[in-house]
């Protein structure tokens, strides 16, 4: 029953604008969060029983006839499926007291579940042209959430990322139409099996371009990474959490990897792309996180800088190096998923996003600062949280693949890393009160609970990392390190 990872969001969000018109607040909040609460403990339960003995495939049906979808959980989806149920949770959580002044609470939650179950879709999906679909409905629901505020910059915002996401997407489609040319398929498998046999170096060569081009902009790699620190910042608090912490890496970091390591395989020039798009990324989202005052806008360059220590990772190709990056894929969502959770907070409190307007807020908001802070040093690589040990593999397995120099950017970019979340610290939270913000008050309820699950999770993985990667980070890692095997073995080809 893995199609309800789809299913139950969708049906929960058709209900909910119905919904809506007999109860604003409580039944919409309910049903949106206890929908994502099931999901997790589905995945987190049920997932790993049901893959205990390989990969499970499901093909869906209607009156008894095949549909052209087919779904299969393998240990990669499983991890994916999980990071969106429990950061989805924890942003659904605080969206109960944060989205209370935006009003239409129902139809947020319907656009924030479709959101979810595009995602989740991607992430089961055994073809291009169901990823395709999937990413679609996953950028259309996060189009109007982004400009849920009707403000001018919620606006500009979302239209400037429907027009580079619509750019990415005719990319996409470009390469999926080549490779239907190529091998006459769209399945994984069969495209993999196809490849192997077909002599298809410059074609292929072509296809991967469109690729990197498509992706790279849904992961908002640089240089594709324009659309990011507009779109990030204007949207809902929880909204921008969702879209740094997952959304980027679905849409584009999971639907690379997936296709680039387990349908075509990695060859070492694809690598080398990955190494070269993974450090620059690091490095110039890094200083340019740097110059800024905007507190949510910093947060989003650091996600680029971020998503480049996940590419790094994977892109050395290792096993060391996939679980690496991987793991910090995963730590990355809950750091700055909490970190643009705690930036609402103090937004909805001052009503200011600039830090230089800021100043002492630790004072009147002191779980809301530690959690920010713990969030910060997280991302950092500040041991013993969670985002140290996933730098910590990264770098170890760049100097054990060869890769002395980028091990090297990766150190330097971790300190810088720290310096501009040090100077977010001092400006925001530390120093003298700012006099304008006696009267601030800690944040609600739903909140401050959802940032502190955030940040007891940053601790709990970090201290119970060896547990962590050997449950959930090493089976993904393994399905990856399988190459074009995992799907052309387990998948029926």
């Known amino acids: ?29 309910v049903l949106a969060n206890a929908t994502l609460l099931a999901l997790l403990i589905y995945a987190v339960v049920a997932g790993r029983g049901l893959i205990a003995n390989g990969p499970v495939l499901q093909q869906l049906s209607w009156l008894g006839e095949a549909v052209n979808l087919r779904l299969a959980l393998d240990g990669f989806s499983l991890f994916m499926l999980v990071a969106v149920a429990l950061v989805g949770l924890a ?88 490779i239907f040319g190529l091998t006459g398929q769209l399945d994984f498998a069969a495209v993999a099996a196809g490849l192997k046999e077909l002599n298809a170096g410059p074609a292929l060569g072509i296809v991967t371009a469109f690729f990197l081009l498509g992706f790279g902009l849904k992961a908002a790699l640089v240089p594709f990474h324009a659309w990011l620190p507009d779109a990030h910042p204007s949207a809902p608090a929880p909204i921008s959490a969702v879209l740094s912490g997952l959304l980027i890496k679905v849409s584009g970091v999971y639907a690379m990897t997936r296709i680039f390591l387990n349908v075509f395989g990695l060859t070492p020039a694809l690598s080398a792309i ?75 409190a001052t009503g200011t996003r600039d ?70 610290q001092r400006k925001a939270f530390f120093g003298k009160l700012n006099e304008k913000w006696a009267a601030v008050k800690e944040a609600p309820f739903w909140m401050t609970a959802s940032v502190v699950l955030l940040a007891l999770l940053c601790v709990g993985v970090g201290i119970l990392f060896s547990s962590t990667v050997t449950t959930w980070v090493q089976p993904a890692a393994d399905i990856l390190a399988d190459g074009i095997h995992a799907v052309t073995g387990s998948w029926g080809f």
């Open 1 to 29: 029953m893995i199609i309800l990872f789809v299913v139950l969001p969708l049906i929960v969000a058709g209900l909910l604008p119905l919904i809506g018109k007999v109860s604003r607040r409580v039944l919409p909040d």
């Open 91 to 178: 942003a659904c959580l605080f969206s109960i007291d944060y989205m209370e002044h935006y009003g239409a609470k129902a139809n947020f939650y319907a656009l924030y579940l479709v959101m979810i179950a595009g995602m989740n879709g991607l992430i089961l999906a055994t073809d291009l042209f169901n990823v395709y679909i999937f990413l679609e409905v996953a950028a259309v629901a996060s189009y109007a959430l982004v400009a849920f505020g009707l403000g001018r910059d919620e606006l500009e915002a979302a239209f400037k990322y429907l027009m580079l996401s619509v750019v990415a997407s005719a990319f996409l489609v470009a390469g999926i139409a080549v």
């Open 274 to 348: 990955l190494l070269g798009l993974g450090a620059v990324s690091i490095v110039a989202a890094a200083f340019l996180a740097l110059g800024q005052t905007d507190m949510k806008r910093m947060l989003a360059y650091s996600s680029i800088s971020q998503v480049g220590y996940v590419v790094l990772g994977i892109g050395i190709g290792t096993p060391l190096g996939i679980a690496g990056g991987l793991f910090h894929l995963f730590n990355h969502a809950l750091a700055k998923g909490l970190l643009f959770l705690t930036s609402g907070s103090v937004q909805q």
């Open 355 to 424: 830090m230089d307007e800021m100043g002492g807020l630790a004072k009147r908001m002191p779980v809301t600062a530690l959690a920010n802070l713990i969030g910060a040093l997280s991302i950092a690589g500040v041991p013993p949280l969670n985002g140290f040990w996933s730098k910590l593999i990264i770098i170890v397995a760049l100097v054990q693949a060869g890769h002395p120099v980028y091990a090297v950017i990766a150190v330097l970019a971790s300190v810088l890393t720290l310096w501009y979340y040090l100077l977010m």
